[in-house]
């Protein structure tokens, strides 16, 4: 490909408001564009790149078993409300009606249409075990798109599912998922964690995630640095301190003004945050106050709460909400509130007389037991895990890491074929309903991540396995000088029947412009002639993470290319070994 014909132009800056720097160096070296936001063209460099992430899945896809298919993009809403999660999800699905006016809605993801599609097409324990998958766009209404591919509204994802007769087989699916995604990920020259993870509106009974360490990563995931755990703070336990075993003492009101914070609380009774009942407030999707109650040193981990209250969704209470329910802001008590699902986390039910609000301003109560002097409707674990809480496991103290959720895998096991009635007749002909897994991989936001592990101040710096080209070839001839030119020329049709893509900057341009461009869009391999240099009968050849360049007699530029580029792909075969 000339440059001089490549549709799209690089650019020296990118807008003030970009954050990421993925979202940055792919503007600028012309890989996407924005339409509106989380809306993104793919510019035919950055279609390049995303192709190849794409062609790496599919062949991991089809070596387990896979079989391509393509299932729509629009959906009847009749199919979602057969599951139950028409109305379950909120804003973030797009629905609509068509012309005759039959509601409909836009695909966030496709349990419902493959569940539909395995209830038409098996019907025996003979056509399973099945995998399917395919790439797909989806859209998901995001609040908050932001940095570029990352997080957007518009997305294509590859979507697999494992149907299965038993959980046994499901559990073969999932290792067998679990180890693709690993050498997916190695391929497109990433490094990852597998975390536990939170089921999330896909429901199931367990889901992992595949994490990309990033300063820039939207979750925060807890490690025990023994290599023992790791998991997603949305679902992360951590060792609790034995129970205390102080006998409950009378409750005592105590008069604490100008304390509506629980640090301030403490530090007017000279007591340690763990003495004191933090009252956390939510309203519900489903319309239900939420009253969360926690011990004062320890955060209220929202996902957890969630689930604990059996609420898709948790919006923070206002204060008129708050005392409408007989609780005061900032001096909130579970003692006496009326008309609340109030849910107590673990610590509190272990330790006993805690100082809780007195639902006045400027007053507390002493010496608050759980079951004594309230009631709470469930008591779970709603505790959000913190750098130096010690792993479950084998009680390390964790540290966390800022990474970026890049695969999922889920086992959905009956929870959409029970209920959409996809089922199969064993050898003695008793139905059964089918057991599913769900696998997703977005392959923009791969593509985004391996920009986010791989650059530099210059630009992107693209593993082999996935950059848009393996060869930024550059004639740096001046105006009047065709000889670079031509052999730049020359060198572009060997490298290319030779199987060795190029991306020739035949523009006629300054040679520092054109050095500078091949860094910002980050082709591995840099080659380089000019007059300086074919007077020597040479070329200049660099990798894009070399400090230095070396000099290459013309007649060896395509095996000197070869064997540099094979260097450069050691470790993206996707061994673990490699």
Known sequence: MRMTHLFGRTLREAPGDVELPSHRLM????????????????????????????????????????????????????IWRESGRYDAVGPEMTRFHDRGERDMVLAMTHEEVVTDLARQEINSYRQLPQLVYHLQTKWRDEPRARGGLIRVREFTMKDSYSLDADEAGLDV??????????????????????????????????????????????????????GDYAANREVATFVREAPATDAQAPVEEVETPNTPTIQALADFLGIPLARTAKAVFYRGDSGRFVFAVI??????????????????????????????IGAEPGYGSPVGVRDAVIVADE????????VAGANRPGYHLRNVNLGRDYEAAVVADIAAA????????????????RAIE??????????????????????????????????????????????????????????????????????????NETEPTEAADRLDAELTA????????????????????????????RLSVSARTLG???????????????????????????????????????????
């Open 27 to 78: 503007l600028r070296a012309a890989l996407v564009r924005p339409l509106g936001a989380g809306i993104f063209s793919l510019l035919p460099l950055g279609w390049r790149v995303v192709r190849k992430v794409e062609r790496i899945i599919r062949e991991e896809m089809d070596a387990i078993g896979g079989q391509e298919l393509l299932m729509p993009v629009v959906h009847p809403a009749d």
């Open 173 to 226: 699916a999932y290792r067998n998922h679990w180890r693709a995604y690993e050498r997916i990920f190695r391929r497109c020259g990433l490094r990852f964690l597998v975390v536990g993870a939170d089921t999330g509106m896909m429901g199931g009974s367990a889901s992992h995630e595949f994490m990309a360490p990033s300063p820039y990563g939207e979750d925060l995931i807890l490690i025990c640095p023994t």
């Open 295 to 324: 011990r004062g040193d320890l955060e209220v981990n929202e996902t957890k709460l969630r689930k604990a209250a059996g609420e898709m969704g948790l919006t923070p209470a206002t204060a008129e909400e708050i005392r409408a």
């Open 347 to 354: 610590s509190v039910r272990d330790t006993p007389n805690l």
């Open 386 to 401: 913190e750098t130096g809480f010690g792993c479950p496991i084998c009680g390390t103290p964790m540290t966390t890491e």
């Open 406 to 479: 890049v695969g999922n895998i889920f086992k959905l096991g009956t929870r959409y074929s029970a209920t959409l009635g996809a089922t199969y007749l064993d050898a003695e002909g008793k139905s059964h309903p089918i057991v599913m897994g769900s696998y997703g991989i977005g392959s923009g936001r791969v593509t985004a991540t391996i920009v986010e592990q791989h650059h530099d101040d210059k630009g992107i710096i693209w593993p082999v396995s996935v950059a848009p080209y393996h060869v930024s070839l550059l004639s740096l001839g001046g105006a």
């Open 498 to 525: 030779a199987g060795i893509e190029v991306l020739y900057d035949d523009r006629p341009d300054r040679a520092g412009v054109k050095f500078n461009d091949a860094d910002l869009i980050g082709c591995p391999v």
């Open 536 to 578: 020597r009968g040479e070329a200049e050849i660099k990798a894009r993470t070399a400090a230095a360049s070396t000099f290459v007699p013309l007649a060896e530029v395509v095996p000197a290319v070869r064997r540099l580029l094979a260097e450069l792909s050691a470790g993206l075969s996707g061994d673990p070994a490699s």
